[in-house]
């Protein structure tokens, strides 16, 4: 697997705590591109733009924020990215298998560390399908993006 870039803002900080130690027991090779201290006053954008653009050039994304959804809309922004907000083992997998999801999205609030390796665990062990519809749904989106 590529590189794990990792990223989180105060409400995903102590779960990214958890996730990073899981990552490295795992083996993978990872970077935490912040927030490197719980900061109650920092902003999820930042850390979500520096993950998605490094994703965007080589590489595999986490982020964790409270909900995840803003993580996942922020990176959403960069080109090439494809930003998931998971709750579940099955839609871990569903997004990796026919969407091809290259940044996972956690819920610092309604996650705890068990269920996020679970998800996690998961989604770095699914592979892309390749089915031929899903081939023709993510070529879709990269038209789209070039507009």
């Known amino acids: 697997m590529k590189k794990i870039f990792i990223g989180s803002d105060h409400n995903g ?36 733009f520096a993950v998605a653009k490094k994703v965007a050039e080589r590489g595999t994304g986490i982020l964790l924020c409270g909900s995840g ?9 960069v080109k090439g990215v494809r930003a998931v907000c998971v709750g579940s083992v099955d839609d871990a997998k569903s997004s990796r298998s026919d969407d091809n999801a290259n940044v996972i999205c956690l819920s ?21 399908s390749g089915a031929e519809r899903h081939k023709r749904r993510l070529a879709q989106i990269e038209r789209m993006e070039r507009r």
Do not use: C
Not at 14 to 36: R, S
Not at 69 to 77: E, R
Not at 110 to 126: C, N, V, Y
């Open 13 to 48: 900080f102590i779960l990214k705590q958890d996730v990073k130690k899981y990552i490295e027991e795992k083996g993978f090779d990872f970077e935490d591109l912040g927030n490197a201290v719980m900061d109650k006053n920092d902003d999820y954008p930042e850390y979500a």
């Open 108 to 128: 610092g609030w309604s996650l705890g560390p068990a269920k996020a390796r679970e998800i996690l665990g998961a989604w770095l062990s699914t592979e892309f």
């Open 69 to 77: 959804h803003g993580m996942a809309i922020a990176a959403n922004k």
